[in-house]
């Protein structure tokens, strides 16, 4: 089982400042790997899947980066819709598996 | 506009039996794979099972293999998760969600709950 494991637990940023998430995966996925943010009480939303490609609707602000095993995502400027729980998972193998999260919390 | 709308979760006793239903609209459903993912209570998310649009190939994770069967009726567009010999550790809110091509979760249902508790 490929095992993912994000970095830090929690960020605390300021409205309008850089946030960069780190996701580490146990052996390569290629680029199969996918970036889902959540909010409290609701259901998961796909963000960049491919490592780097951004889905339907998903402002430019928001990039993904990254092959192998090393990935990142960024938010060039934190709005407040921004401040929430991302989940990276990689699809390269089965079991699918997701890392444990990154809380993005106002600083 | 993609659909997807959970229902069949509640409380059941450890030991007993449930199936969920994900019901979907907006899209072709016999053309695309579908995922249960679910999240324990203040817990991340765990993968638990897809199938791909025939409904031929399912893959399931070790914690629920030889108990859970996924299944869909792509004549009803409605994607199903049977769960037996449920334990107190599945309890959790259990998703839907659709992939639009590799096995990532395109879009998701907005989950319902399954507790196991006696």
């Known amino acids: 089982e490929i095992v993912m494991t994000q970095s830090p637990a929690t960020l605390s940023v300021s409205p309008g400042e850089r946030a960069t998430l780190s996701c580490r995966a146990s052996?390569?996925?290629?680029?199969?790997l996918a970036w889902y943010q959540q909010k409290p009480g609701q259901a998961p939303r796909l963000l960049i899947y491919g490592a780097s490609t951004r889905a339907t609707g998903i402002p430019a602000r928001l990039s993904g980066s990254g092959s192998g095993t090393e990935f990142t995502l960024t938010i060039s400027s934190l709005q407040s819709e921004d401040f929430a729980i991302y989940y990276c998972q990689q699809y390269n193998d089965w079991p699918l598996t997701f890392g444990g999260g990154t809380t993005v919390e106002i600083k | 506009e993609v659909q997807l709308v959970g229902s069949g979760g509640g409380l059941v006793q450890p030991g007993g039996s449930l199936r969920l239903s994900c019901a979907a609209s907006g899209f072709t459903f016999s053309n695309h794979d579908f995922h249960w993912v679910r999240q324990a209570p203040g817990k991340g998310l765990e993968w638990v099972s897809d199938i791909s649009d025939s409904g031929d190939d399912t893959d399931y994770a070790q914690s629920v293999k030889g108990r859970f069967t996924i299944s869909r009726d792509n004549s009803k567009n409605t994607l199903y998760l049977q769960m037996n010999s449920l334990r107190a550790e599945d309890t959790a809110v259990y998703y839907c969600?659709?992939?639009?091509?590799?096995?990532?979760?395109?879009?998701w249902g907005q989950g319902t709950l399954v507790t196991v508790s006696s």
């Open positions: 969600a659709l992939s639009l091509g590799e096995p990532r979760m395109d879009y």
């Open positions: 052996q390569s996925v290629s680029g199969n």
